[in-house]
């Protein structure tokens, strides 16, 4: 087979340069379009999301298993083509973004994950279609408490979109209930909501739960906040306790705010 030619449409600005030090929350960079593709940029503004297609240019190209480093590195291993790792024969980047501005051949974007100089090799769109609700995959579970919050967050604010109040709260109930049940997308786990509208999105953004086909999601709108988990073995009840700030709310070590109870399968609570 003939070999590939392929030539950066882009480079990207960031202030991280190591890899590893990349944030998985949503931050925000600049892609600067050169000026020979500039009119590919044509209507793009119309765009909410995009796919980008970078080229990780220090990852090792040698590696055909590996396991997630930055997630926890005391997982298992995979197959390069089961991860999103960066080394990998042919280290191109998939990183879906949110389109925050386009200044001339410039592209804001929040959610890249490439480092600084980065070569662009493409862009595409992001469109409806491309959603897949409740996607099946391996859970790989994040080592430390600050990786949960971070993982949990990106999931939460792409379907959201926004970072209210009942948002944060969302994601501190749900850090709970992986701690209990480990993965949220799970087929037998259901989870049912009380309170406002935001507090539901958030949750179900976060467990992927459906109302049917399998019915995992219901929702009761109320001026409490309750979260219960069950997966037939057994169960998780989470309720707001007080009235927290948002800043009470994002520090991780306390849950003070919440009352947390686990039921088992007779819906006793034994802890």
């Not at 925000?28 to 909410?48: C, D, K, N, R």
């Not at 396991?67 to 926890?72: A, E």
């Not at 009235?243 to 994002?250: H, K, M, S, Y």
Request: charged share 25%.
């Amino acid at each position: 087979m003939e070999m590939l030619q392929i030539t950066p449409v882009g480079i990207v600005h960031s202030p991280y340069n190591d890899p590893a030090t990349i944030p998985v929350q949503n931050y925000s960079v600049t892609i600067e379009v050169f000026p020979a593709y500039v009119q590919g940029l044509w209507g793009i503004e119309a765009h909410s999301h995009l796919w980008i297609l970078s080229w990780f240019h220090k990852a090792r190209r040698d590696l055909l298993r590996t396991v997630p480093g930055r997630v926890n590195p005391d997982a298992p291993e995979y197959g390069v083509f089961g991860l999103r790792a960066a080394g990998r024969p042919n280290p191109i980047g998939l990183s879906l973004v949110e389109l925050v501005k386009v200044e001339d051949n410039i592209l804001h974007v929040r959610g890249l994950d490439a480092i600084d100089g980065s070569p662009v090799v493409d862009i595409k769109p992001y469109f409806e279609h491309d959603i897949i609700f409740s996607p099946r995959a391996p859970y790989i579970r994040p080592k430390d408490r600050v990786m949960r919050y971070r993982m949990l967050f990106k999931q939460a604010y792409n379907h959201h979109q926004e970072e209210c109040r009942d948002f944060q709260l969302a994601l501190r109930m749900a850090m709970v209930a992986v701690d209990e049940f480990g993965k949220l997308n799970s087929p037998e786990l259901k989870v049912s909501v009380k309170g406002s509208g935001c507090l539901a999105d958030t949750i179900q953004g976060l467990s992927r739960a459906r109302l049917a086909n399998p019915a995992r999601f219901e929702y009761q709108e109320s001026a409490k906040s309750v979260v219960n988990w069950s997966n037939g073995t057994k169960g998780l009840s989470i309720s707001l306790v007080g009235n927290p700030t948002v800043e009470e709310l994002l520090d991780l070590d306390s849950t003070d705010f919440l009352e947390i109870k686990v039921l088992g399968k007779d819906g006793g609570v034994y802890v």
